[in-house]
């Protein structure tokens, strides 16, 4: 987990506070920075107004992931399901989040559950076989996938991952073949667009900025296909266009933390020291979590000579995540 930034914050009424200060500083509560981010203060304190209230932990927890917060939006899935067990979107959002979260042994509990409540639902058997993949179990997941694409011959979600076995067992070509087929059945498959997008990425073919084209194209509200043409260009070498691809990003959404982020590193590579340092005070105003937005800040004012401001900026990158070794060996050397 990381080590978050705490501060306290009085999560009791005025009048709790009012009268008698000791009283109410006893009653503050500890909490991580992220829970009284701006965006998400609001749900914080509507939950310490109502703590059993089980929507408001789901509400804050699709908005902690978004800030990429994964043990706080964990703790918040899990609490919505303790207190509505029996929300089948709850419990649904919770298993997708630990299969992605790779914590298959919790994500297969949540599996077999959701198996008890409905067992005639093959996505749950699908979701069975991608908790089998979250732990690295494929010769498991391989046999549901194939007796499921027996049994639903064309089915783009079990196609797309069947793909993703075929992927995780190294046979790229394969999982090509399989991700193509996805689109033959269904041509604007979001998911299945990006995972053969992302399959040519891996492999280095430039085919890949074809596919992020035309998923930018259906939603050009998305900035998530242009950031990963952006990071191909910058793979390969190509760092104009990937400049240009992080600015596009960042025109469709401003929040765009590692999109700063990542023009920032070229910018740091190409001397532009305080071009780069604009960019990662911007990430840090978007992102006042960001452990390597403040780590990279630290190595541009390095640059500038100012030893004393780049530790301090390596110190705070640790209290957001104690475990970034590049602070760590930036701190051991000054």
Not at 76 to 91: G, S
Not at 240 to 252: L, Q, R
């Amino acid at each position: 987990m990381r080590n978050i930034f705490y501060f306290f914050l009085c999560l009791v009424v005025l009048s709790s506070c009012g009268d008698n200060d000791d009283a109410g500083t006893q009653q503050q509560q500890q909490l991580p920075a992220a829970l009284v981010n701006p965006m998400i203060r609001p749900l914080t304190e509507a939950i310490a107004a109502d703590t059993g209230n089980a929507k408001l932990y789901y509400q804050r927890s699709l908005e902690l992931n978004k800030m990429g917060q994964d043990s706080l939006t964990l703790q918040d899935l899990m609490k919505a399901v303790a207190l509505a067990p029996d929300n089948i979107v709850y419990r649904e959002s919770l298993t997708f989040f630990l299969i992605d979260k790779k914590k298959a042994a919790q994500a297969m509990e949540q599996v077999k559950i959701l198996q008890q409540k409905n067992p005639k639902n093959a996505t749950y058997t699908l979701l069975e076989a991608e908790a089998h993949m979250a732990g690295n179990e494929l010769a498991k997941a391989e046999i549901i996938l194939n007796d499921l694409m027996a049994r639903m011959p064309g089915e783009p979600d079990v196609l797309l991952d069947a793909s993703r076995l075929k992927a995780a067992q190294k046979d790229t070509a394969q999982a090509i073949d399989y991700a193509k087929k996805v689109l033959e059945v269904t041509p604007n498959f979001f998911d299945g667009l990006y995972q053969l997008a992302d399959l040519y990425s891996a492999t280095g073919n430039a085919e890949a900025l074809k596919w992020y084209d035309k998923i930018y194209r259906l939603d050009t509200l998305n900035p998530n296909p242009l950031y990963d043409a952006a990071l191909f260009y910058q793979q390969k070498g190509d760092l104009t266009a990937a400049k240009k691809y992080f600015v596009k990003t960042i025109y469709v959404d401003k929040d765009f933390t590692d999109a700063y982020i990542q023009y920032g590193k070229i910018l740091l590579t190409q001397d532009s020291v305080s071009k780069a340092e604009r960019q990662f005070n911007i990430a840090i105003e978007v992102a006042p979590n960001s452990a390597e937005a403040y780590y990279l800040k630290g190595l541009t004012l390095l640059k500038q000579n100012k030893k004393a401001e780049a530790k301090n900026l390596f110190n705070q990158a640790l209290v957001f995540n104690r475990n970034h070794t590049a602070a760590q060996a930036a701190l051991k050397e000054l």
